[in-house]
């Protein structure tokens, strides 16, 4: 049986939940806010070159991670609106391979350095943080996110195909 909305919702939860771990163990290392900030997780935002269940998943997971953190509300809203952007630039391009992870670096870059001045106060010229927003993207998204591209692209049928299958179980022979 198929039902492309439960396998949707079930998507979006699982990548959710993985966008969380990741920037919860990036916050372990202090990587995860800031002007020079690293999240593991952005590198998800690649995921909607293979489904669209990315997009909710991994806003909502950016979400609940700037929740947790107990981040500012400025940050909580205009952060995961950056990576919403990303994401549905990734989408939107994901007939170009090598293109797909530019967006959520663009977005980024323009969006979290006004966050950081007006949220957290800090004194940095945005321009500059611009310039460290965007390279923490950069390594997240564009490296980190073209690995799990290539890695996950040769599998993309049996992760995010619509129609799943179970292989066969095999009879044992009777010799």
Known sequence: MKNNKT???????IIAAL??????????FDLAS???????SEALTILP?????AIPGVTIGCLLSNIFMGNPLPD?????????????GT?????????CSVPPVISNA???????KYAYGMTDLVPFMMLTVGAGEVITCMIFGEILLNALYPVRQ??????????????????
């Open 7 to 13: 396998l949707f919702i079930v998507q979006a939860g």
């Open 19 to 28: 966008y969380v771990v990741l920037t919860l163990f990036a916050q372990g």
């Open 34 to 40: 800031g002007a020079i900030q690293c999240r593991f």
């Open 49 to 53: 070159f293979f489904t669209p269940a």
């Open 76 to 88: 909580v809203v205009f952060g995961t609106l950056a990576t919403l952007i990303g994401c549905i």
């Open 91 to 99: 989408y939107a391009l994901r007939k170009h391979r090598f293109l």
């Open 110 to 116: 323009l969006i979290i350095p006004f966050v950081l």
């Open 158 to 175: 049996l992760i995010f195909a619509d129609d799943h299958y179970v292989l066969p179980i095999k009879k044992a022979s009777s010799n």
